[in-house]
């Protein structure tokens, strides 16, 4: 048996032990059997976690293989090499695995909620119905999906971006599942929901890039050190999100300290901080020690490190799968339906003070504004320190969008924005048209390509050629011409309002998150066009900036007299769900949100104007002294009279 073959059933043992352990300390391996009531038996109890397991490892397997491929192993200016295009091929198995567990922890689950032996089961109704209509089989379904799609697709595959996008897609495929357990029960579910997706991304990351990186080890793959190298800062950044995410996973599911040894989950979570806190200090044995005996040429002891590191991870695998089947400690919550829908009761009336009092704690928009603010400001001192100038009101005005966007998701506009129309269209224009202008003043991609250092391999790609090739890709070059930007700008606006998708992403806190997420992207996608620093693929001159902008804003003028003058409520099902006991009718609050629509646009426009006259005012300064300069090098006749004459001139006014 080969190295690479041992160490995979290592691996695979350790993770189903864990599971074993963890389920029967857990009590769900020998649950209580009440005489006269169905049972689904003893093969659905063990077969629903050990498909979840192979669901979840597979999915970890794909991820670790198009990460090693995409971004772990050098390439040739964007063309796999033979070890990462065969890591690839690898995927493609990897996926259909996934998908044929994904299909595995169906027939089980739907065992288990209908509480019949898997033979009973095994018919069109129960599935079908099952994988369409129940919001945990339509995640499992997904994974079939996407699983099926990773398989296909990466047949073909012999560039990095191709491996990179597979990569992503691979990454999406994680998060359906998880978002259906205990998560989405949690009185915090917003919370919940968001420390949970952070967590499954980070730790396939994490545990997917060790394991392939094992297996390179242990078939003595070349380029191990780079592949190591970078893993080994990817790594860093994982183990930091694994560890801040499941904090805020428990905070969201315990409501005491206490939980943590009185309840059958709270052991389960300790255990799985003991495992967190060893992988920790694996971790820094690897870039204190292993790093080093590797550069030196001696791979054995970072493969021997790595195999035990793998072994502990996938045992902390078995166990989340355990604690998945084990239900959190029960948590007294007030029948409101209000509380269900929103994390937290409906707020008093509104008021300037309410504004500016009752912050929310949104994990998502916090980190995502960490992020902006942290990667700036690096790149900001990277570029005093080697004593290159940058300017600060760029810097200025990045900070401020940051600024803004923080008050407008975690403050108490953010809570009235969840119950009253109006002030959510406040929120939406706040997002769409102010936060983005000073973000796309502050030039980020110009920052980055001058603070990120080339590949130190030439023909390789690290972050800054990552950015180059994404700015001159083909999807870039689509949506961020002139025409696109302004029809996704507009035309969404429209279709979010005028559709059933608004009531649809207010009721799903992913929806929710998405739907300003749009808010963000759309307006910088529009706002890089009119008023971008950075480089882009369609630069328009100066009066076609100005007649873009006077083109798009009537439309959004025209948005809001549509929502002043319509008769029926927007998202009756999720106001009516609130049942808030103040305010106006909900008819006058939509019509005073399109007021707010329609005057509301006067605010960037005068801002994006006055920023178009200073960048037009500058470009004319620097045209100028390019063409002196260009007349000085080559000697123009007609200046060099003219100069001549008011040194003349000059010289008269000195002799008077």
């Given at each position: 048996?080969?190295?690479?073959?041992?160490?995979?059933?290592?691996?695979?043992?350790?993770?189903?032990?864990?599971?074993?352990?963890?389920?029967?300390?857990?009590?769900?391996a020998?649950?209580r059997?009440?005489l006269?009531?169905?049972?689904s038996?003893?093969?659905?109890r063990?077969?629903?976690?050990v498909s979840k397991?192979?669901?979840?490892v597979?999915g970890?397997a794909?991820?670790?293989l198009?990460?090693?491929?995409a971004?772990?192993l050098p390439n040739e200016?964007?063309?796999?090499?033979?070890?990462a295009?065969s890591?690839?091929?690898?995927?493609s198995?990897?996926?259909?695995?996934?998908?044929?567990?994904a299909?595995?922890?169906?027939?089980?689950?739907v065992?288990?909620?209908?509480?019949?032996?898997?033979?009973q089961?095994?018919?069109?109704?129960?599935?079908?119905?099952y994988?369409?209509?129940?919001?945990?089989?339509?995640?499992?379904?997904?994974?079939v999906?996407?699983g099926?799609?990773i398989a296909?697709?990466?047949?073909?595959?012999?560039t990095?971006g191709?491996?990179?996008?597979?990569l992503?897609?691979?990454?999406v495929?994680?998060?359906?599942?998880?978002?259906?357990?205990?998560?989405?029960?949690?009185?915090?579910h917003?919370?919940a929901?968001t420390?949970?997706?952070?967590?499954?991304?980070?730790?396939a990351?994490?545990?997917?890039?060790?394991?392939?990186?094992?297996?390179?080890?242990?078939?003595?793959?070349?380029q191990?050190d780079?592949?190591a190298?970078?893993?080994?800062?990817?790594?860093?950044?994982?183990?930091?999100g694994?560890g801040?995410?499941?904090?805020?996973?428990?905070?969201?599911?315990?409501?005491?300290?206490s939980?943590?040894?009185?309840?059958?989950?709270?052991v389960?979570v300790?255990a799985k901080?003991?495992?967190?806190v060893?992988?920790?200090?694996?971790g820094?044995w690897?870039r204190q020690r292993?790093l080093a005996d590797l550069?030196a040429?001696?791979?054995?002891a970072f493969?021997r490190?790595?195999?035990?590191e793998?072994?502990?991870m996938?045992?902390?695998?078995?166990l989340?799968v355990?604690?998945?089947?084990?239900p959190?400690?029960?948590?007294?919550?007030?029948?409101?339906?209000a509380f269900?829908?929103?994390?937290?009761?409906?707020?008093?009336p509104i008021?300037?003070?309410n504004?500016?009092?009752l912050w929310w704690?949104?994990?998502?928009?916090a980190?995502l504004?960490?992020?902006?603010a942290?990667?700036?400001?690096?790149?900001?001192?990277?570029l005093?320190r080697r004593?290159?100038a940058?300017?600060w009101g760029?810097?200025?005005?990045w900070f401020t969008?940051?600024?803004i966007?923080v008050f407008?998701?975690?403050?108490g506009l953010s809570?009235?924005?969840k119950?009253m129309?109006?002030?959510?269209?406040?929120?939406?224009?706040?997002?769409?048209?102010?936060?983005p202008i000073?973000?796309?003043?502050?030039?980020?991609v110009?920052?980055?390509?001058r603070?990120?250092?080339?590949?130190?391999?030439r023909?390789d790609?690290?972050?800054?050629?990552?950015l180059?090739?994404?700015?001159?890709?083909?999807?870039?070059?689509?949506v961020?011409?002139?025409?696109?930007a302004t029809?996704?700008?507009?035309?969404s606006?429209?279709?979010?309002?005028?559709?059933?998708l608004?009531e649809a992403a207010?009721?799903?806190?992913?929806g929710?998150?998405f739907m300003?997420l749009?808010?963000?992207v759309?307006?910088?996608?529009f706002?890089?066009v009119?008023?971008?620093?950075?480089p882009?693929?369609h630069?328009l001159?100066?009066?076609g900036r100005?007649?873009?902008?006077?083109?798009?804003?009537?439309?959004?003028?025209f948005?809001?007299i549509a929502?002043?003058?319509?008769?029926?409520?927007i998202?009756p099902?999720w106001?009516?769900q609130?049942?808030?006991?103040?305010?106006?009718?909900l008819?006058?609050?939509?019509?005073n949100g399109?007021?707010?629509?329609?005057?509301?646009g006067?605010?960037p426009?005068l801002?994006v104007?006055?920023?178009i006259?200073?960048?037009w005012?500058?470009?004319e300064e620097?045209?100028?002294?390019r063409?002196?300069?260009?007349?000085e090098?080559?000697g123009?006749p007609?200046?060099?009279s003219?100069?001549d004459y008011?040194a003349?001139?000059?010289?008269?006014?000195?002799?008077e």
């Amino acid at each position: 048996m080969t190295r690479a073959a041992r160490l995979a059933l290592a691996a695979a043992g350790a993770a189903v032990v864990a599971l074993v352990i963890a389920m029967i300390a857990g009590g769900a391996a020998f649950p209580r059997i009440i005489l006269g009531v169905p049972s689904s038996g003893a093969v659905t109890r063990w077969g629903l976690p050990v498909s979840k397991l192979a669901m979840d490892v597979a999915g970890v397997a794909t991820v670790g293989l198009l990460l090693a491929a995409a971004l772990l192993l050098p390439n040739e200016k964007g063309v796999l090499g033979k070890t990462a295009q065969s890591y690839v091929r690898a995927a493609s198995w990897a996926g259909l695995a996934w998908a044929a567990a994904a299909f595995l922890t169906m027939v089980f689950s739907v065992s288990d909620v209908w509480a019949r032996p898997v033979p009973q089961i095994l018919n069109r109704s129960f599935l079908v119905g099952y994988a369409t209509q129940e919001s945990p089989g339509i995640a499992l379904t997904l994974v079939v999906l996407f699983g099926l799609s990773i398989a296909l697709f990466s047949r073909g595959v012999i560039t990095a971006g191709a491996a990179a996008g597979l990569l992503l897609l691979a990454l999406v495929t994680l998060t359906p599942p998880a978002l259906t357990g205990h998560s989405a029960s949690s009185p915090n579910h917003g919370l919940a929901l968001t420390s949970l997706t952070l967590h499954l991304l980070t730790l396939a990351l994490w545990v997917g890039g060790l394991a392939v990186l094992a297996l390179h080890a242990a078939l003595k793959r070349p380029q191990l050190d780079v592949a190591a190298g970078r893993f080994s800062r990817l790594a860093l950044w994982a183990y930091a999100g694994v560890g801040l995410s499941g904090v805020f996973s428990v905070l969201a599911r315990l409501t005491a300290l206490s939980d943590l040894w009185t309840s059958s989950y709270g052991v389960l979570v300790v255990a799985k901080i003991v495992a967190f806190v060893l992988l920790g200090y694996v971790g820094w044995w690897h870039r204190q020690r292993t790093l080093a005996d590797l550069d030196a040429g001696r791979p054995r002891a970072f493969a021997r490190l790595a195999g035990g590191e793998l072994m502990l991870m996938l045992a902390t695998i078995g166990l989340a799968v355990a604690l998945s089947r084990t239900p959190p400690p029960p948590v007294s919550l007030p029948a409101d339906r209000a509380f269900d829908l929103l994390g937290y009761p409906v707020p008093p009336p509104i008021s300037l003070a309410n504004i500016f009092t009752l912050w929310w704690f949104d994990l998502f928009f916090a980190l995502l504004a960490a992020a902006l603010a942290g990667l700036y400001g690096a790149g900001v001192v990277r570029l005093r320190r080697r004593g290159d100038a940058w300017p600060w009101g760029r810097t200025a005005a990045w900070f401020t969008g940051v600024a803004i966007l923080v008050f407008t998701t975690q403050s108490g506009l953010s809570r009235y924005a969840k119950v009253m129309f109006d002030v959510h269209m406040i929120e939406h224009m706040t997002l769409a048209m102010i936060v983005p202008i000073f973000l796309v003043l502050g030039a980020p991609v110009t920052l980055a390509l001058r603070a990120l250092k080339p590949a130190a391999r030439r023909g390789d790609r690290g972050p800054r050629e990552w950015l180059t090739a994404i700015l001159h890709s083909g999807y870039v070059r689509v949506v961020s011409h002139p025409g696109i930007a302004t029809a996704i700008f507009i035309a969404s606006t429209y279709a979010l309002y005028f559709t059933p998708l608004f009531e649809a992403a207010m009721e799903e806190h992913l929806g929710h998150v998405f739907m300003i997420l749009h808010f963000l992207v759309s307006g910088s996608l529009f706002f890089w066009v009119v008023i971008g620093i950075d480089p882009g693929p369609h630069q328009l001159p100066y009066v076609g900036r100005l007649l873009l902008l006077f083109v798009t804003m009537p439309f959004h003028a025209f948005f809001g007299i549509a929502l002043m003058m319509t008769g029926t409520v927007i998202a009756p099902g999720w106001y009516e769900q609130l049942d808030r006991s103040w305010g106006g009718p909900l008819l006058l609050e939509q019509q005073n949100g399109g007021a707010i629509a329609w005057g509301f646009g006067e605010i960037p426009t005068l801002i994006v104007l006055l920023a178009i006259a200073v960048q037009w005012y500058r470009s004319e300064e620097r045209k100028a002294r390019r063409d002196d300069r260009s007349a000085e090098r080559s000697g123009d006749p007609e200046l060099s009279s003219y100069n001549d004459y008011l040194a003349r001139l000059n010289q008269l006014d000195k002799r008077e």
